[in-house]
């Protein structure tokens, strides 16, 4: 076998960009990030807001905007 047949066939298995794998890897990435998100506010105190407590709620949030960009399909892959 070739190298350039076989890289015919890794670059078919490299692209997924179906429906279903959009749906399925976006919404795990929102999942994520909901699960990031509550164990962070499990960190908050009652009337003190910690700064060590802000960097999961961040970091949750862009794993849930990552999550829904996938979903739309609002950046198309090459």
Do not use: E
């Not at 190298?3 to 179906?18: N, T, W």
């Not at 959009?22 to 994520?32: K, N, W, Y």
């Amino acid at each position: 076998m070739s190298s350039k047949g076989s890289g015919a066939v890794v670059g078919q298995l490299q692209k997924k960009d179906c429906w279903s794998c959009q749906v399925i890897g976006g919404s795990g990435l929102i999942v994520a990030g909901g699960y990031v998100y509550y164990h962070g506010r499990k960190l908050m105190r009652p009337g003190y807001i910690s700064p060590i407590s802000t960097i999961p709620i961040m970091f949750a949030m862009g794993l849930v905007s990552l999550g829904t960009t996938l979903v739309m399909k609002a950046v198309v892959p090459n």
